[in-house]
């Protein structure tokens, strides 16, 4: 199962781009759906999380500047990404997992954001 990732892309300090990812409906009803990014040799991090419920969870480095919201009905969520910063450059990924999916659950295919100085 593959989850596709948009929106990424080259935008300097300060600005904003909008990531989406679009998830299978029987996948996305039940499921807590998240961004994470990763950048050469590191390890993939959590970068925002929404919870079936509409609980949110925010890596303290994007907290107050990222929003990630859902639309259920479009089985689609989204990461908003305002006042960026070049640290923020990264392959970002979405994940989707609920109970009956593998563990740590199904990934995009990561979509690049790159933030200049």
């Known amino acids: 199962v593959q989850l596709q990732a948009f929106g990424g892309g080259l935008v300097q300090a300060g600005g904003s781009l909008r990531l989406s990812c679009a998830v299978p409906?029987?996948?996305?009803?039940?499921?807590?759906v998240g961004w994470y990014r990763q950048v050469p040799g590191k390890e993939r991090e959590l970068v925002a999380r929404i919870f079936r419920g509409g609980t949110t969870n925010y890596a303290d480095p994007v907290k107050g500047r990222f929003t990630i919201s859902k639309n259920t009905a479009a089985s689609t969520f989204y990461l908003q990404m305002n006042s960026l910063k070049p640290e923020d450059t990264a392959v970002y990924y979405c994940?989707?997992?609920?109970?009956?999916?593998?563990?740590?659950?199904?990934w995009g295919q990561g979509t690049l954001v790159t933030v200049s100085s």
């Open positions: 994940n989707a997992e609920n109970p009956c999916t593998p563990v740590g659950g199904y």
């Open positions: 409906r029987r996948i996305f009803s039940g499921s807590a």
